[in-house]
């Protein structure tokens, strides 16, 4: 499909005075930057918007439905037993540690519009790393489901400032010293509404503790500014791609509602801030999932009607993969989107061949910056499938030597490589007791992604590498991403990492981790001269693993590149395997980490 506008004239247009992207300057912590003046001021703004979608779905999961209405109600009564009930003040911190549950998207609202700041924990932890979020964070209330709250009884005695546990479950019912959900819930009034308390833009909301790839996990603190910029930075591009190229994320499906499957965790920045709150402003059903499956998701895919899927590329991938694919009626997908790991280019035109409706999209953010900084979506993105895209509006990015140790960007030519800068109204204000860390991390607004990146003539962002995952062979910078696409180029690659192997001359020599489809068989020399056919000769593998297992990576599905090149090179090390140079590798069965 032609494009109706270029880029440049579509924001024009969307920007204007009196439009709904107006933008205005305004202060932030003391540092000048754009921002929507159309914005929600806070997340209570948000709520009351979903009421006006009454009776229409809001929440499906298994054979319960719950709509808006109903969903607005019960948030609202929660709210007032937070208050009332477990003593919960503005500025207090209400953990939540479940599966994507509707309890879950319960307890995140009636903690918003009650004041308190929402602390949503990884489901994956261990009941120490719980309580260690529970400890860090200061919560004074948390709500469980039976798995965690398992885990984390062995660790009562250590959180005497935990006045409430509250746990979620029929088939569990309380133990002494915690609160049932449903009795501390009770009797929900069909007129409830939030209690009023006084929210400013840039009160604290949330705290989402980063993924933990470098360290003790941090509490990245948002606020209501931040959270209510990233839903209008969605809505722009979601705004920006129908003005342009006619259709997108936002469109409706057959049952004349958009549907959104649901299956990445609500814990991380993507699932709430991307989905949640975006979705719920928007009348969208979310359909959750028990667990991901790309079986179950397909059967759910045909059954809801679902317009929008994805989450993480791996998502996409498995569904692609699936036996199931071609029985099932998918015909109703309008977008398939994803982020927060790096997407092979290849993964575009796999999702053009199958979702004849749908529009690819892909994104780029951070946990520090509220989710969405970024996106690729439409024609652009079959144009630049290697890029995450244009940044939004009211952000502005910049790549940075390494060496520079200034507070503003210097000027750099287009296509220069750096490590990723950027400034906006969604960047959170800093890590929660950690004033140093936010001093290293924030500089004059401007955060420290610790990604390296390149933005082109036209503005579009690519990320190149991690800068701590470069490959330095020989004094050649080989960014791990490039390499990693070139290989999931090869038909049958279903995943790969691109590692540092160290070397007694050249420093390190690039190793890759390959995990292959199935059914699928490929020689290690024959993706080393696939790679070479793509890149430069210092970028290809020398090393290749091959493994049966999916690789390794957080909730939010980044690769847990660490942890994988410890376990190679321990590998390496104890029975001195050099990984494969021949051979050949067969694709075997894959299963997922489930919460």
């Known amino acids: 499909m032609s494009e109706l506008l270029s880029y440049d004239d579509a924001v024009a247009q969307l920007t204007a005075p009196g439009q709904m992207f107006e933008m205005e300057e305004v202060a932030i912590r003391g540092v000048r930057m754009r921002a929507w003046k159309s914005a929600p001021p806070n997340l209570r703004s948000v709520l009351d918007l979903s009421l006006a979608y009454g009776d229409a779905d809001f929440i499906v999961y298994e054979d319960e439905r719950i709509s808006f209405e109903r969903h607005y109600r019960i948030a609202s009564t929660l709210a007032h037993r937070l208050r009332d009930e477990l003593g919960v003040e503005k500025g207090d911190r209400v953990a939540i540690a479940m599966r994507n549950l509707p309890e879950w998207i319960v307890a995140f609202w009636a903690a918003a519009v009650a004041g308190a700041v929402a602390v949503p924990l990884n489901a994956w932890w261990t009941g120490g790393e719980l309580a260690y979020g529970i400890e860090d964070s200061g919560s004074t209330v948390a709500f469980v489901d039976a798995e965690r709250a398992a885990r984390l009884r062995p660790h009562r005695a250590d959180l005497p400032a935990l006045r409430g546990l509250v746990t979620v479950g029929d088939d ?21 509404v939030p209690p009023h308390v006084d929210i400013a833009p840039d009160d604290d909301a949330t705290i989402f503790y980063t993924s933990g790839t470098t360290g003790r996990p941090k509490g990245a603190v948002g606020t209501h500014r931040n959270t209510c910029t990233n839903l209008m930075n969605l809505f722009f591009t ?97 977008s398939v989107s994803y982020g927060g790991a790096p997407a092979p280019p290849e993964l575009v035109r796999r999702i053009r061949e199958h979702f004849v409706t749908g529009q690819p999209a892909n994104g780029y953010g951070l946990t520090e910056t509220s989710a969405a900084t970024a996106m690729n979506t439409g024609e652009d993105y079959v144009r630049k499938p290697e890029s995450v895209g244009r940044a939004v509006p009211v952000a502005d990015v910049a790549v940075v030597p390494g060496s520079y140790s200034g507070t503003e960007p210097p000027p750099l030519p287009p296509g220069s490589i750096g490590e990723l800068w950027v400034k906006g109204p969604h960047v959170v204000r800093g890590y929660w007791g950690r004033p140093e860390e936010t001093a290293r991390a924030i500089t004059a607004g401007w955060l420290h992604t610790g990604d390296i990146a390149r933005i082109d003539e036209e503005g579009f962002i690519t990320i190149v590498d991690r800068a701590k995952d470069v490959v330095i062979r020989g004094g050649e910078n080989v960014y791990c991403v490039e390499v990693e696409d070139a290989l999931f180029s090869h038909p049958a690659v279903a995943e790969c990492a691109v590692i540092g192997v160290p070397h007694p001359v050249l420093g390190e020599e690039v190793g890759a981790v390959v995990v292959l489809r199935p059914g699928h068989k490929v020689t290690a020399d024959e993706l080393a001269r696939h790679v070479g056919h793509h890149l430069a000769a210092f970028n290809v593998p020398t090393r290749f693993w091959f493994r049966h297992d999916l690789l390794p990576r957080n909730p939010a599905g980044k690769l847990l590149k660490r942890a994988l090149r410890a376990e190679i090179l321990d590998g390496v090390e104890r029975d001195g395997s050099e990984g494969s140079d021949g051979g050949t590798a067969w694709g075997g069965d894959q299963s997922a980490w489930n919460a």
């Open 172 to 192: 569990h019912p309380a133990e002494a010293g915690e609160i049932d959900f449903a009795t501390l819930l009770g009797e929900v009034a069909s007129d409830a």
């Open 238 to 334: 979601q705004t920006v791609t129908q003005v342009r190229f006619g259709s997108g994320i936002a469109d409706e499906g057959p049952s004349g509602q958009r549907c959104y499957l649901l299956n990445v965790p609500l814990f991380h920045a993507t699932g709430c801030h991307a989905v949640l709150i975006t979705n719920t402003a928007a009348g969208t059903k979310l359909v959750l999932m028990h667990h991901f499956d790309p079986e179950r998701a397909l059967e759910l895919i045909e059954r809801e009607k679902v317009t929008v899927f994805g989450g993480v590329p791996t998502v996409v991938m498995r569904i692609l993969d699936s036996p199931d694919l071609d029985r099932r009626d998918t015909s109703s997908v309008r």
